[in-house]
């Protein structure tokens, strides 16, 4: 048994021994022999935490009913759910930072705040990273618990940046050059791999414009998009993007870009900290022995990663919301999300981000270097992954529609910028 293989099975038995029965905060016999239905969307932790659910079934006589589905159509799924007020899921996975205010202000979250001032002494809900439990919030309320931490990286094959002399670049005009320099190299290889489907683009996006010191919005919640540096940011986005990404890249996401860099045919991946697992995994990946992690490059203003929690959330519409809590908060717990870093899932915890048995199985550099890359994150990421309001979903498209453009061609830099400006001002003007 390997030392991380000895970390899960140390962690889910302990999580088994420890688990609280505590279904409805001041209901702690409820709950045995219910069934539950889960709606995830394919994403690391959906795969970690699948394996360990028969555990948590043993232990509470609780059914959980699994449904997967890729990321959009898992989002399409859930809202259906919520606005046919449909009791057929109970518990969803959620990403607060992009639906947030909306799902808050449609009433699609079941408020847990009491929950949480009501769990197990064990749980230690004031145990999450500031930044991670924060981001579960609207107004305060708090809606989701947090599940993992994660943000853009930079991914890259040690093996081709030893053989051409090339270093981890520091800062986007160096990884533009590098990418050059692969390109010219090896004409055969995919220089970089990056995100260009248009919902997805601002995750990987905002590093560059935070990277030039633009945020999103300026203090008085109009867009920033006529400042040079958003300007600036797009242009490098899309140089990469249409100069040295693969054909296609325009409908590319994490998957897309996980299965062409774990095939070997990218030398680099600009991509979630969350993706290691898919391309390290020696039973699917063919460059696992040779990945480096790196924080993702700097701007003009320096490096300014984004970084964000996935949540699980309570539907309020779910007619088993004492076992409902029950998972939420064994899923969530000090002992499970150990067993999820075997999964290569960052942990929101704190305790568990500086526990022995975690750090200890740490022992390969590329995992030194993704925690050093993530630790990053924590410290250093602006946790707005695009402009925050009722309104975000469609924000990030307008975003990504407009880069996209720049991406094939179809406008400048400049064009790109001012469509976004001019496509965020009425939404934020909602919010």
């Keep these: 048994m390997s030392p ?18 505590c279904g ?20 690391p932790f959906q795969r970690g935490i699948e394996p360990l659910i028969p555990d ?4 509470t006589g609780i059914e959980v009913n699994v449904e997967t589905f890729a ?11 919520l606005q046919s007020k449909s009791a057929a899921m109970d518990v969803y996975m959620t990403l607060p930072s992009r639906e947030g205010p909306l799902f808050a202000d449609a009433g699609y979250y079941e408020p847990l705040d009491d929950y949480l001032a009501d769990a197990s002494e064990d749980y230690r809900p004031d145990d999450f990273s500031r930044g991670a439990i924060d981001g579960m919030k609207v107004d305060e309320a708090t809606y989701a618990v947090p599940i993992n931490v994660e943000g853009p990286v930079l991914y890259y094959r040690t093996d081709l940046f030893e053989e051409w002399g090339l270093t981890p670049p520091a800062t986007v005009e160096e990884l533009i050059d590098t990418a050059a320099a692969i390109a010219a190299e090896d004409p055969g290889i995919t220089p970089i791999t990056l995100r260009g489907q248009a919902p997805a683009l601002p995750f990987t996006f905002g590093p560059f414009v935070h990277g030039n010191g633009v945020e999103w919005t300026d203090d008085e919640g109009r867009p920033n998009f006529d400042e040079p540096g958003a300007v600036e940011a797009i242009e490098a986005y899309a140089t990469l993007a249409r100069e040295y990404g693969p054909p296609g890249v325009i409908n590319y996401s994490f ?10 045919e990218a030398a680099m991946m600009l991509e979630s900290s969350n993706e290691l697992n898919s ?3 020696q039973a699917s990946s063919t460059v696992g022995e040779t990945v480096g992690v790196a924080p993702v490059p700097g701007g003009s203003a320096g490096a300014a990663p984004t970084v964000l929690s996935w949540g699980l959330a309570m539907s309020p519409h779910s007619q088993n919301k004492d076992d409902a809590w029950r998972f939420l908060e064994w899923a ?12 290569e899932i960052a942990p929101p915890r704190a305790s568990v981000a500086q526990d022995s048995e975690y750090t200890d199985a740490l022992d390969t550099p590329t995992l030194q270097a993704w925690h050093d890359a993530v630790v990053d994150l924590q410290e250093n990421g602006h946790v707005e992954v695009g402009p925050v309001g009722t309104e975000a979903p469609t924000m990030r498209q307008v975003i990504g529609d407009a880069v996209g453009k720049a991406i094939l061609g179809d406008a400048t830099a400049e064009e790109a910028a001012a469509e976004i400006q001019a496509g965020l001002e009425p939404l934020l003007a909602e919010r």
């Design 4 to 21: 991380r293989t000895k970390v899960i099975a140390g962690a889910v038995m302990a999580g088994t021994l420890a688990l609280p029965a």
């Design 24 to 43: 409805n905060p001041s209901d702690a016999t409820s709950g045995g022999g219910e069934s539950i239905t889960v709606v995830m969307s394919n994403h």
């Design 56 to 59: 948590f079934e043993e232990e």
């Design 71 to 81: 990321e959009q159509q898992a989002r399409d799924k859930i809202q259906l759910n």
């Design 255 to 264: 998957t897309e870009s996980s299965t062409l860099f774990a095939q070997g």
């Design 279 to 281: 391309v390290v995994d």
């Design 332 to 343: 969530s717990s000090p002992e499970t999300q150990l067993a999820l870093t075997e999964a």
